[in-house]
């Protein structure tokens, strides 16, 4: 069935048949090259065709009146997304920001942003008439005493997770299928922002309730705040206020930007993100039919539309599922922070693995001379290898277009294999960093396999630089060896 | 290093290697792509399928029941009620989802269209704007001028804008080493209680601080450790009399890689094979010997862990600091005391 012909509808029965059979190739040389012009639209509902008026017709047409929706909703619905599992990563990412926004609205609404001391007073027997503070103690309630909250706590606390996990792959999913290249590098540029600022936001995050865990965490941005050449101290002092754990004042400084300043930031920048899709139109796999000039998939109404809605749906539905039965950050069990102490096994969402990986992998390098402390140690580990990273991150545009010498705009999305040494080149990369991740983890490596840690940080600093170079080669024949095969 | 050399060959190679094969690549792009460009690949489908419909139908009032269920769950407490509402919750939105989903594959029409890709570039307006752009400057001689002018204004005015942030924190000055330890503090327990120097055994360690601080003050705990006199090599400088009596030693609990707590204690339980003992951080495993100053001896720490002198009161056996700590607590930051390291 050719869409022509079936979308016709009553208004023209006797539509003209498009030249050749439906579905029979279209040889005639006499057929402009040009592509065959889309079906005439579905049209308004002009009064007097017979068609009972339906509410559907008088809000577009209130709206319509109004603003000018009716075109506008017209292209909307018409608009068409290319079908491929792998373009509904960053549907889900963007379903888990909905999520968290909701659930973070109802969590803000009990959190008090206080390190002003208080005495616990409630269920919880283990810290009964402890001092604890404020933020920590609303925190509690909110999980123990609200019959909710530790639902939506849990539920937002997964999100996190998943929304920069989504990222991540996402991004992936971008790299390998040279989704980055003009004119989407701009839209790469924003996802890169996009994924610092969620990475900032879900340690400001984790950090507000003032448990030990949060403690702990504070006390390493502290330590490499305070790294940064020169100036560090200054700056340290800047944003905690004073010495570590910082001003009384410090859970605010978190509060407003968890809840505000990063998540307006990271709205207004998925806006951008959204609006530069549609301006550019979804980019496509190379397939039959399927140009430059062309988008060929689902529109969004009504099929994709009810798929997606039901993505933010299963999205939401297995994020309250995690929420539900799988425990995540057990504040109470952690206790309230105190500078004096630490615990072994304290590990941090998982998207600080890496940060944590650079900073134990490194070795006890500390440039100093003069009397002067130049370059403390952290700032290696936890400033300088994010930098760098990221900074490979932005550049991934205009390293292709100089190493590819290719400079125009693509819609068309490559297959990894078709370009070896690109998907060579950043398996390599991703390779190291996801390295430096698991060294991250190595203390539970050494817990849950008994694998010495010194051996295993020394194994890994060895492999920061084999096994980037042994990617780089494996990929490339991969890519070779599935290219000959099709 | 022949083999480094041979590493930047072949380097050097791929890199020269791929922007020939994307050379290659892109003028076979040039061509028709595969499959022709007279594939219509449009096709619209109408399911008519009345099971999907009763089985979205089932789903929507799967969603609403759980739906009623969450508000039940909430209004009669439960055991376990923050695992009921999840999965009620979570049902809710699943079935949902595979309705929607259900209907959107097998109940609606499934068409695959066609779009053109609007072009968006326009080389004319971008000319036009350019021009109108240097337009608006005409008849301006004096650009320097107003150039340099405006760049004190971006400059003074920027900087009235970031000034507030200065009262965000105080200054540095010495506030990291004024710890409250001086000659004489009491070394005290989390409730305030004093420390005997008989309260240290060998082979575990004691977190004390000093009497009447904060528990916020980062300046304020120690680790207290007791090693046989013999085995210490502390520093030059150190005494052994001032700076562990009886083998007591303390050291400030804060790591001077990142500020955690210095909370492990590694000590060997059959010293033949086992390593010496050894205080170690357990966020990156800074590993300090005890022995010999807090020595960093491995992890990524730059620095020792600054030692508190100590002195033991003949008359109670209280432990009380012999002055103040060695070098700068924690972090490392410009001018950092490193302790004569």
Redesign the interface.
Known sequence: ????A??ANAATPAAKAPSGAPGA???NAA?P?A??A??PLRPGAPPGDGRVPRAGDATVGWLDERVGAGRLARAAM???FPEHWSFLLGEIALYAFVVLIATGTYLALFFESS?AETTYVGPYAPLQGQTVSVAYNSVLRLSIDN??G??MR??HHWAALVFVAAIVVHLLRIFFTGAFRKPRDINWMIGVTIVTLAVLEGFAGYSMPDDLLSG?GL??A???A??I??L???L??????????G?NDFVS?LFIAHVFVIPALLALLIVAHLAIIV???HAQF??????????????LW?????????????V??????????VQINPVWQWGPY?????????QPDWYLGWL?GA????????I?FWG???V???FF??ALFPLVVFAVLYAIPSLDRR????HRAH??LDRPR?????TALGASFFSAVALVFVAGS??RILITFGMG??TQ?WIARVAFFVIP?IV?LVT?RICRELRRLG | MRSLGR?LGFVLA??L???R???R??EE?EGI??????????????PADPRAELLVALLLLLTGACGVAVVVL?IV?VAN???????A?????????????V???RV?????????????TDPEAVNETVEMVREGGEGISRRGLLAGAAGVAAVGIGGALIAP??S?????AN??DDTPWRRGTRVVD?RGRAILAADVVQGTFV?G?AEGAS???????IVLVRLDPSVLRLPAGRPLAEWAPQGLLAYS???T????????YRYPSFRATQPRPALV??????TFDPARGAK?I??????SLPQLPLAIDAATGELRANGGFSGSI???????D?GGQ
């Not at chain 1, 900073?359 to 500390?366: D, F, K, Y």
Request: net charge positive; charged share 20%.
């Open positions: 069935m050719i869409g022509r079936r979308r190739p279209r040889a057929t090259a592509p065959p889309p079906p018409r608009y068409v390190t019959p909710v530790l639902l849990q539920t702990m006390a390493i502290y330590g490499v305070m790294s050449p020169i560090g101290a200054n340290a002092f800047l944003i905690w206020g004073g010495e570590l754990p001003a400084r301006r550019h139109h190379r397939e039959p039919g399927n140009r430059e000039d062309n988008v060929v998939g689902a529109p009504p099929a994709y539309a009810l798929r997606s809605l039901g993505l933010l749906c299963a939401a539905g297995v994020l309250l599922l995690l929420g539900g039965l105190n500078p004096a102490i630490g615990t072994n096994g304290a944590i900073l134990r992998m490194m070795p006890a390098l500390e100093h002067h402390t130049w403390p140690n952290p580990g936890g190493l590819r010498r290719d819609h068309l078709d370009v070896p040494r690109r190595a203390d840690y010194t940080i170079a780089y490339v | 590493m791929a890199i290697g791929w922007r094969s994307a050379q690549h892109a792009l792509p595969p499959g022709g460009r007279d594939v219509d690949p449009r096709r619209r489908h109408v909430l407490e009620g923050t695992q009921w509402l999840g999965l919750f979570g049902l809710g939105f699943g079935a949902l989802a595979a309705a929607l989903i209907a959107g594959k609606v029409p499934q068409e695959l269209a066609v779009e053109e890709r609007p072009k968006f942030a200065a965000l924190g105080p200054n540095v506030r990291i989390a977190t601080y528990v916020r003050d980062v300046g304020s705990p609990k804060i790591c890689h990142a500020a955690c707590a210095i909370s492990l951080c357990p966020c990156h495993y800074s960093v491995f992890g990524p720490a730059g620095r924690g972090p490392a930051w410009l001018d950092v490193r």
